[in-house]
């Protein structure tokens, strides 16, 4: 991936090594300049809506390097659970003239959600046989998937369900929220209404992840979502 800017008469070329990244990657970058010009380059958190709208805080800086030309190079290494690209924003490289930030360039980034996590997002759509309807990032640094279920008898008053997952120190965060519609008998008129339950669990990475490879243990990983699965079975799904 590759940009330019002219920032005080100064030419700053950019190139980063690849075009898509997962949370925790490295990101290698090289800045190039016609001289020995001073160089600034930062990761940031950017909301689109506010960067069309050339807003002041557009951008959240997450980790920045200052250097010289005109061949100046850096690694970032992205968080695990580090925001990743959705319809509302991204991570972006904001580069330049240190001297004057207020015009830096800018370069969104890909950024897809970890490879631990599309596994697991993989089960439910291969194994489980859910529809993925979308990817978000979510509060509190975790990735959200929606799902839409299959037509399977089990599933039957099951509207949608969302899987929120992250890193935390040595474990896996993981929530499934199921939202259904039921029919209360308790009260007049068989009226349908929407309840949602949430089930969550915390998972020693070592007891879901393979150390060889970094990848998801499927096996494993299928127990943890049969049993959030069985708990879903057995709740009473009357509105409170």
């Known amino acids: 991936m ?6 005080g008469g100064t030419e700053y070329r950019i190139t980063v ?16 300049t016609a ?21 002041e805080d557009s ?32 991570l972006y490289l904001l580069y330049g003239n240190p001297g004057a930030k207020e015009t830096l360039a800018n370069l969104k980034l890909s950024i897809a959600p970890h490879p631990v996590f599309l596994d697991v997002c993989d089960l439910m759509t291969g194994h489980f046989r859910f529809a993925l309807k979308n990817t978000a990032m979510g509060k509190s640094g975790r990735v959200e998937f929606k799902f839409e279920p299959s037509g399977a008898k089990e599933w039957a008053s099951l509207s949608h369900l969302f899987l929120r997952i992250r890193t935390e120190n040595d474990s896996i965060e993981l929530e499934l929220l199921f939202h259904r519609t039921v029919i209360n008998a308790l009260k007049p008129g068989l009226a349908a209404e929407k309840t949602s339950r949430s089930f969550q669990r915390t998972i020693p990475t070592g007891d879901i992840v393979h150390g060889f490879n970094g990848r998801l243990n499927s096996e494993a990983a299928k127990a943890v979502l049969e049993s959030i699965f069985s708990e879903y079975r057995e709740q009473s799904w009357l509105p409170a």
């Open 2 to 7: 590759k940009g330019f800017s002219i920032q």
């Open 17 to 32: 090594a690849g075009e898509r990244w997962n949370q925790g990657d490295s990101l290698s970058i090289e800045i190039g």
């Open 35 to 55: 001289s020995a010009a001073p160089v600034f380059v930062a990761i940031a958190e950017g909301t689109d809506k506010k960067i069309r709208a050339k807003s």
């Open 59 to 90: 951008f959240e800086i997450l980790e920045s390097r200052e250097g010289d030309g005109p061949g100046f190079k850096t690694v970032f290494t992205l968080a695990g659970n580090a925001r990743i690209t959705d319809k509302s924003g991204s």
